[in-house]
């Protein structure tokens, strides 16, 4: 049973940076892809970016060009590097992954949160001057 423990977040002013890490309890490359989601009050959770274990990446447009998702060497954590924030970013944080392969899973950019398998439990991140 994989496990995953979200880190990292806080308040940051807006145009801040914050870098989120997932700690996974086995090797992330045996899983097709891993991937950052967040929920926010009153909204349905939605994918932010993911990546495959062959390396390709994907964004959501509302963090392209500000947000960056890396994985360690090891395969043991996952990273949300998170740049020029803004109040509409503050959220609660999740990293998932998902085991297997799918064409809807493929269809959907990998950011589709019910394609997803394991979960962690999250992470506050509060954007707000």
């Known amino acids: 049973q994989l496990q995953l423990a979200e880190s990292g977040g806080g308040l940051v002013q807006p145009g801040g940076s914050l870098r989120l890490s997932c700690a996974a309890s086995a090797y992330i490359l045996d899983y097709w892809a891993v991937g950052w989601f967040r929920q926010a009050p009153g909204k349905e959770r939605e994918g932010i970016s993911s990546i495959t274990n062959y390396g390709a990446s994907n964004y959501a447009n509302a963090v392209k060009g500000r947000f960056t998702i890396s994985r360690d060497d090891a395969g043991r954590t996952l990273y949300l590097q998170m740049n020029d924030l803004k109040p509409e970013d503050t959220a609660v944080y999740y990293c998932?992954?998902?085991?297997?392969?799918?064409?809807?899973?493929?269809?959907?950019?990998?950011?589709?949160?019910?394609?997803?398998?394991?979960w962690g439990q999250g992470t506050q991140v509060t954007v707000s001057s």
């Open positions: 998932a992954a998902v085991r297997y392969f799918s064409r809807s899973l493929y269809e959907g950019g990998a950011l589709n949160p019910a394609e997803y398998d394991y």
